[in-house]
């Protein structure tokens, strides 16, 4: 016989963002009833590369990096998605963020597809000359699969507008000199001196900004003297807070891959962003505000949490001691499913990612317009056209919400889904 106490129990396996997010889009399919085989395609991704290519550092040795680029739909038109530099990034994580984007993109209604990709690294090992001959090893090796007209890399978590310029230039150079102007438009996210969009370094900050100000809008709610914590302390959370701050809201609690502080009475915003520029880039041991354990961060007292680092920080473990009233997802996938599901329960509103921190690709695709027409826009004009974008955006997933009685992210992903369905039906499947 055995003895029961000596059984253990099986544990309970922890679900990753591919799991996530493919339950996210199951439970919309549900919701909309879609179309079987159109449910068969958008549940797998259309190609997945995998690069492993030597590169040759300072000291003279040679390593072997990994690239990934997964595109996971273009029914819509072409890839569009970032590239980050970070240990996580595996085909799994690629999978998903590049379905992520295929959502975001197609509810933000642009003519883009979904992609996602990047290196398996920790930046912050690498000298600034070593990090440039990586990124350009990686793109000669991505050749023909990257493309101004095919898949659109962009900035993401560890990558910027420096990074961009060595991805389009060293894609150029693979171009006949008549031919080279014409693919600056290959990344989008450049510096502003080398055909990028004035306003795209805050595109996404300003995105999640304005969804928590129609969000505040349509429930009357005042920001005027509300407090927010910020998890990220990148482009995307400086930025959202920056705005925040100048609507009058306080900002009393920051994390980031370095440590976690907090202040009730406030952290002042650009202080907070000058000190971590002069201290390698961490918030750590910033005088105006006082040290925490990382695993208290999310049970701040405050109103409005911003996620805006990785995926999966908000689990089971965590999703009860938060306070706020308002979860905004600047980063993507933040929120895992089983957690979500306590805040819903809890009457917590999540604004999801695939709405909240589209401003990036708003921008983005404004970017490419630009070089494509030969156009140029000025900064007020371009946060004009991010806010009207994502206003009509946000309408219609808050009207669907109400009329179907869901929650933001079913109708979100319902919304998304529904109009790539539509692309599929109406042009059928070859052959």
Not at 170 to 193: A, C, D, F, I, L
Not at 358 to 365: H, R
Request: one cysteine or more.
């Amino acid at each position: 016989m055995i003895n029961e106490q000596t059984v253990e129990k099986p544990k309970p396996v922890k679900k990753g963002m591919l799991d996530n997010v493919l339950e996210q889009f199951d439970h919309a399919a549900d919701q909309i009833e879609l179309n079987p085989n159109v449910r068969k395609i958008l549940r797998i991704t259309n190609t997945e590369i995998i690069i492993n290519f030597p590169v040759r550092m300072d000291n003279g040795d040679v390593e072997i990096f990994t690239g990934y680029r997964v595109q996971h739909n273009n029914a819509l038109g072409p890839y569009k998605g970032g590239l980050r530099f970070h240990p996580t990034v595996d085909i799994n994580a690629a999978r998903a963020l590049a379905m992520w984007m295929t959502w975001k993109t197609s509810l933000a209604g642009l003519p883009y597809g979904g992609a996602k990709g990047g290196i398996q690294i920790d930046p912050s090992k690498y000298s600034s000359s070593e990090l440039e001959r990586i990124t350009r090893r990686f793109t000669y090796a991505l050749g023909e699969n990257i493309g101004p007209e095919h898949d659109i890399p962009a900035p993401d978590v560890n990558t910027n507008a420096q990074t961009m310029a060595w991805i389009a230039d060293t894609y150029m150079s693979t171009k006949s000199t008549s031919e080279r102007s014409k693919n600056m438009h290959v990344v989008t996210g450049k510096p502003v001196g080398s055909g990028g969009l004035e306003g795209r370094d805050r595109a996404t900050g300003f995105g999640v900004f304005l969804t928590i100000k129609f969000w505040a809008e349509k429930n009357k709610v005042n920001l005027n003297g509300k407090k927010f914590i910020v998890q990220g302390f990148g482009n995307v959370g400086y930025w959202s807070a920056h705005f925040l701050e100048n609507e009058g809201a306080k900002m009393v609690g920051v994390q980031d891959a370095f440590g976690s502080i907090q202040n009730n009475d406030g952290i002042k915003v650009e202080d907070l962003f000058n000190y971590s520029k002069s201290n390698s880039g961490s918030i750590v041991d910033f005088p105006e505000a006082s040290a925490m354990d990382g695993s208290d961060f999310f049970g701040i007292d405050c109103d409005i949490c911003i996620p805006a680092a990785l995926g999966n920080q908000i689990t089971p473990k965590n999703a009860n001691s938060i306070k706020a009233t308002l979860i905004a997802e600047g980063a993507n996938g933040p929120t895992d499913v089983e957690g979500e599901k306590i805040l819903l329960e809890r009457g917590i509103t999540i604004i999801p990612d695939i709405m909240c921190n589209s401003g990036g690709v708003i921008g983005s695709y404004f970017e490419w317009l630009q070089n494509r027409n030969g156009e140029l826009w000025q900064l007020d004009e371009i946060l004009e056209k991010i806010e009207k974008k994502l206003r009509t955006t946000f309408n219609k997933v808050t009207d669907y919400a109400d009329d179907k009685k869901v929650d933001l992210r079913t109708a979100a992903f319902a919304l998304a889904i529904e109009r790539i369905e539509k692309a599929y039906i109406l042009r059928g499947i070859f052959p």
